[in-house]
């Protein structure tokens, strides 16, 4: 039958035609170059596909636990790497395939959104192409550049992060551009309008007679690889599959539960950190802070905190693929059912921890405050915040520079310590010590705050501050602010404000200085800083802060004046106290070696300590243990009522 006979005919011939086109075989991605990084140093990185070994300049070799060999720049001028080598304008078409995939690591706080982490932006000579073209990778992009616009950009949603080794590639194929982050699409694919017309210069982190700021990269770069076509999205995945990528936390700092003195916490990180090689099985562990805190390889938390534990507890913790690792601050507020009555003090800091980026509040609410920039933004010669002065002992400085000068808040943000909110009725007493270092003073913060934790205006506008012109109050943004005289530079000088209901006065050294009537108080209570809040950052050293609860009279002021806020010397943070049945009292505090010790104790943190005669010697030539000095002091010797609930205790170097 004819018609049988042309059907068979017609089906063979198809089937003819899709085996020839089924052995057609595909276009592959071919190799053009591939920059391993395995040199570890010297001043150049081999090709290992090709001849275009890469000269580098003002670049430094690096390794971590994640990546054994990878070159690192600093994101100054000059800081680059050459391979020599032009990618042909028939790859950078629309019509035209290939592949550019690398690792890299953009520095911690690094923020320059333009500068070239691979590809060019001028000629070899540093002019622009006429019409002016360039191809770069950028922290925020993939820049494909022609007749002076950016509209074939490839956006991947999201920026290179800051201490993360992160995969980048861009594909074309077709005249479609794809970028890929850790194996996967980045952002939508999109379709290039303009074909490059030269062929471009290739540089890493920078490029050669470039004069232009935000230009040179400051990060990590490894593996980089070039391609005369297309990867597929399985092939970009496989570059990625072989390596392990490092766990992040999806918080920092991480905010625990709050915790209660003597009951036994439970809690868990499970789940606070993610990993990017699903096969991985994560396991946490504690690195750092107070003893009572356990964790468990599964994240559990687990501990009992003692009385000493009350307030903000600060640990560093880990999550771990076992091949690498990340970590996290996480906060712990211990919470005492039965704080101690703390007399009439609200806070105090002595402002003599001496190391690390922690000042500890020594009253009641455990107001810990974190020093930003503690390693560079100090006073000392090293740049670092705590400084050994010859009259207060140590201290806390600043040095001024607004973002990058050091700083103190109240609370390990986001959580954030804060004064209570104020009325027209109740009263307070702020007592400091500071040394100005200010060329000419101004409106700087001393302490206090001119924002809202997040750096915003309060709505109406408000704050409290210590200035080095005055004492602002300020509410519905009107100030009520006292005035005083400017402070003498490098004289320490004792400032006090007493709020009495609606009066609030000012003593300079002990002696009566000014006084303000308020009509108002500002309606949140504001968050307390130290040295500035980023901005408005003062400069100068700082010691022994307290905050009362009460209007002190003017003689407890200028008993605090002549004190110095001490028995005598640097007062010391007590780390440790206990009482037996017979009230003998075991105690332990911070201290330095070859140093004697002067111990009082009192019935009250205020200045007169409210037992006759004041606060009572208890010793006055302990010698040091060392860094951690402990003494048991008989019951008997105390000169207090036998019922007395409650002791307090104070400790500095002898003279």
């Not at 030269?198 to 540089?203: A, G, H, V």
């Not at 700092?253 to 916490?265: S, T």
């Not at 096969?279 to 805190?293: I, V």
């Not at 007062?571 to 505090?589: E, H, K, P, Y």
Request: proline share 5%; aromatic share 10%.
């Amino acid at each position: 039958m004819k018609s049988d006979s042309s059907l068979s005919s017609l089906i063979v011939a198809c089937l003819s035609l899709l085996t020839a086109l089924s052995i057609v075989p595909e276009a592959r991605a071919e190799l053009l170059a591939h920059w391993e990084f395995e040199e570890g140093d010297g001043t150049s990185a081999a090709d290992s596909a090709g001849d275009s070994d890469a000269t580098l300049n003002n670049a430094t070799w690096g390794s971590d636990g994640t990546r054994a060999s990878f070159i690192t720049f600093d994101g100054e001028s000059g800081s680059y790497a050459d391979p020599g080598l032009d990618v042909p304008a028939a790859l950078l078409s629309t019509s035209g395939s290939f592949t550019i995939a690398f690792w890299a690591m953009r520095a911690v706080g690094e923020t320059e959104p333009n500068a070239i982490v691979i590809g060019n932006r001028y000629d070899a000579g540093g002019a622009d192409f006429v019409p002016r073209q360039f191809v770069k990778f950028t922290p925020t992009k993939f820049e494909w550049h022609m007749e002076g616009n950016g509209n074939d950009n490839l956006d991947p949603g999201s920026d290179m992060v800051g201490g993360e080794w992160h995969h980048e590639a861009v594909t074309l194929t077709d005249g479609i551009a794809q970028y890929y982050r850790d194996g996967l699409p980045f952002g939508d694919s999109k379709a290039m309008t303009q074909s490059l017309s030269f062929d471009m210069p290739l540089y890493f982190g920078g490029q050669a007679n470039t004069a232009g700021a935000g230009e040179f990269f400051k990060g990590s770069l490894d593996d980089i690889r070039l391609y005369d076509n297309a990867l597929t999205a399985e092939e970009v995945l496989e570059l990625v599959e072989g390596t392990n990528l490092p766990p992040s936390f999806t918080e920092d700092p991480i905010e625990g539960a709050d915790a209660d003195v003597g009951v036994a916490y439970t809690g868990s990180l499970d789940g606070s950190a993610i990993d990017p090689n699903p096969e991985d099985t994560l396991s946490y562990s504690l690195e750092s802070g107070p003893e009572w805190l356990q964790i468990a390889e599964d994240g559990a938390l687990s501990g009992t905190p003692a009385i000493g534990d009350a307030g903000y507890n600060v640990f560093t913790v880990a999550a771990s693929d076992g091949k690498a690792f990340d970590s996290a601050t996480l906060v712990i507020l211990v919470l005492d059912p039965n704080p101690p009555a703390g007399g009439d003090l609200f806070a105090w800091w002595p402002l003599n921890d001496g190391s690390g980026d922690m000042a500890a509040d020594l009253g009641e609410n455990k107001l810990h405050a974190r020093v930003v920039n503690a390693d560079s933004g100090g006073l000392n010669e090293d740049g670092s915040v705590w400084v050994e002065d010859p009259e207060c002992g140590t201290v806390l400085s600043f040095n001024g520079v607004d973002n990058s000068g050091a700083y103190a808040v109240a609370g390990v943000p986001p959580i954030f310590g804060s004064l209570p909110v104020f009325t027209l009725e109740d009263s307070f007493t702020w007592s400091l010590w500071v040394k100005s270092a200010m060329e000419l003073e101004d409106t700087s913060i001393i302490f206090g705050n001119r924002r809202d934790p997040d750096g915003v205006e309060y709505d109406p506008r408000e704050f409290i501050k210590f200035t080095g012109l005055t004492f602002e109050w300020h509410h519905d943004a009107v100030g009520e602010n006292v005035d005083y005289a400017d402070m003498v530079p490098g004289v320490w000088t004792h400032l006090v404000i007493v709020k009495d209901g609606a009066t609030l006065t000012h003593y300079r050294d002990g002696v009566l200085a000014g006084s303000m009537t308020i009509t108002a108080a500002p309606l949140n209570g504001q968050p307390i800083y130290f040295g500035g809040q980023g901005f408005e950052n003062w400069r100068g050293c700082m010691s022994d802060v307290r905050l009362y609860k009460i209007a002190l009279s003017e003689a407890e002021v200028a008993e605090l004046f002549e004190n110095k806020g001490a028995a005598t010397g640097v007062v010391l943070a007590i780390t440790g106290i206990s009482v037996d049945a017979d009230r003998n009292v075991t105690l332990t505090w911070r201290s330095r070696a070859g140093k004697r010790y002067r111990l009082e104790a009192a019935t009250s943190m205020l200045p007169t300590g409210e037992i006759p005669g004041g606060w009572f010697e208890v010793d006055d030539g302990i010698e040091s243990d060392g860094e951690s000095t402990t003494i048991i002091l008989p019951g008997d010797q105390f000169p207090f009522p036998a019922n007395q609930l409650r002791m307090f205790f104070r400790v500095g170097e002898a003279l």
